[in-house]
């Protein structure tokens, strides 16, 4: 899908976005909610798409840009339909929250701006680790994302996981980290969705837990640097890593 095939979207990402952030979407709290959820989704789409390229966004050998916009595009929906089972390239159809269909115009375009702001990077030879992985991607892309929206999002960690001290969990977040650790292996909550502040805000949680892939950066040997630099931090697969943060202002 190319970005000129919906038009009317970015429009309407341009137009709506500001009166959002003076309606703050007043009373509309099942709305809210399910926006949030299909928001933190789409971030950890970008994020899985990132991750399931690293071969190639790492190769040093390699000089061209193989890991273009239009492929990162490309995956990007079909892993955010596979989640979903939603078409983003034809959200005037789909059955979702008016309130969310700019939104997530809004924040696709911005992941793909991240990912090309990093083609020069990409292409340049002998460099083994170009800076794209999938906790950059998520930071990135919620700062983008937060400059022209009301939406509060962030990629967050347990205090102890916390690698970029901009991600560093506020109380509620360190609190729903207690929860989601808290819990047995079989009632792990898949998401933390509620209103809080008095009904004044939605907030959710999208807790991320290590797949195989992760563990690279963050598995065995505990210590031992990775290719970032970072020390792992001894993960297994299935322990929870982190977690995307969205709260959507309600009055």
Known sequence: ???????????????????????LFGGQQE????????????LDSGRVTVAKHQGLINTPTQTDKKFTPELFEQDMLAEFQRQTGIALNNLEGATVPAMAKPLLAQLFRDSIGTIQSYQPVLSLPGLRYKGLIPATFGTETAARFQKFSPIYMKQTAPDHLVRNLKNKP??????????????????????????????????????????????????????????????????????????????????
Do not use: N
């Open 1 to 23: 899908m190319k970005m000129h095939r919906f038009p009317l979207l970015v429009a309407m990402a341009l137009f709506t976005l500001a009166a959002l952030s003076s309606r």
């Open 31 to 42: 709305d809210a909610l399910e926006t949030a959820r299909l928001l933190a989704i789409l």
């Open 170 to 251: 506020d109380a509620y977040e360190a609190a729903a980290f207690e929860r989601f650790s808290s819990s047995s292996a079989s009632d792990k909550p898949q998401i933390i969705s509620e209103l809080v502040d008095e009904g004044r805000s939605a907030r959710l949680m999208l807790p991320l837990y290590y797949a195989k892939s992760c563990l690279a950066c963050h598995g065995e040997p505990k210590g031992e640097r990775d290719i970032s630099g970072y020390p792992r931090e001894g993960g297994k697969e299935g322990d929870l890593g982190g977690a995307i943060s969205v709260m959507i202002p309600l009055k």
